[in-house]
């Protein structure tokens, strides 16, 4: 390396511009060889850098949205469930219902596909630049809990009405006492025209009361805001993790 370059290098670390130290000599090699012009090789490398700080972003998004593992809609078995709109699922896939805030509800039994689709919405609203959080029922009810314990509600609500996608999976898979309802009301609730909200429940919404702790009016107060502006996609079958046993 000359002095030339070494200086050149040290100056582009202090500039945080890692694709510019990695790539810039063979680029400067590559531009003399095949007689480049000065904008040409400007253009290669600031592309570059653009391209390294887009996919560093969205890793990080991916993280912060604690998502339990990468899904895909291409990875989705199709020929499984007994009955699923696969047009309606498609078209949830443009994500437009994200900036009027509107909502995605996926009702059907245990393991007909539901999480893996939530999973999937939620990584391509992290690929679309959109801060998105996964979780499930319980453990809102636990975090918000916990949090009353300590005199944290308020910053904890804030962290689940923050994101412009929250996931909330398996509502309904165990039973919550009021204080859950109370608090899983207030979360979906305030959301209301500000985020969008993805559910997925193994209850039908004649159920649901049974899920916030037998509250009816709790719950149709919940229903009204969540439904004004919702897609509901109902997936029938039996449960995917049984195909082995199916197929034996």
Not at 146 to 159: I, N, P
Not at 216 to 244: C, F, K, N, P, Q
Request: charged letters at 20%.
């Amino acid at each position: 390396m000359t002095m030339t370059e070494a200086v050149l290098a040290k100056h582009l670390g202090r500039l945080q511009l890692p694709y510019f130290v990695q790539h810039a000599p063979d680029l400067m090699t590559r531009a003399a060889r095949e007689s480049w012009s000065h904008g040409r090789f400007l253009e290669d490398l600031v592309a570059g850098e653009v391209a390294r700080r887009d996919e560093a972003l969205i890793a990080r998004r991916i993280k912060a949205a604690r998502l339990p593992g990468i899904k895909t809609l291409d990875g989705f078995d199709w020929s499984w469930p007994k009955k699923i709109n696969r047009a309606q699922i498609q078209h949830l896939f443009r994500l437009d219902f994200v900036p009027p805030h509107g909502n995605v509800i996926l009702l059907g039994a245990v393991g007909v596909g539901k999480t893996h689709l939530a999973i999937a919405l939620a990584h391509a609203a992290c690929l679309q630049g959109l801060t998105t959080l996964f979780t499930t029922a319980v453990d809102i009810v636990n975090a918000l809990a916990a949090a009353q314990a300590t005199g944290g509600v308020k910053r904890e609500m804030a962290r689940l009405l923050k994101p412009a996608v929250l996931c909330v999976d398996e509502l309904g898979y165990l039973p919550i006492d009021k204080f859950g309802a109370d608090g899983l009301f207030q979360v979906i609730s305030q959301r209301y025209e500000r985020g969008s909200t993805i559910i997925t429940s193994n209850k039908a919404y004649k159920q649901w009361p049974e899920i916030f702790n037998n509250d009816s009016t709790l719950t149709a107060a919940l229903l009204d805001r969540l439904l004004h502006h919702a897609e509901t996609l109902v997936i029938e079958g039996s449960s995917y993790r049984m195909r082995e046993q199916h197929d034996a």
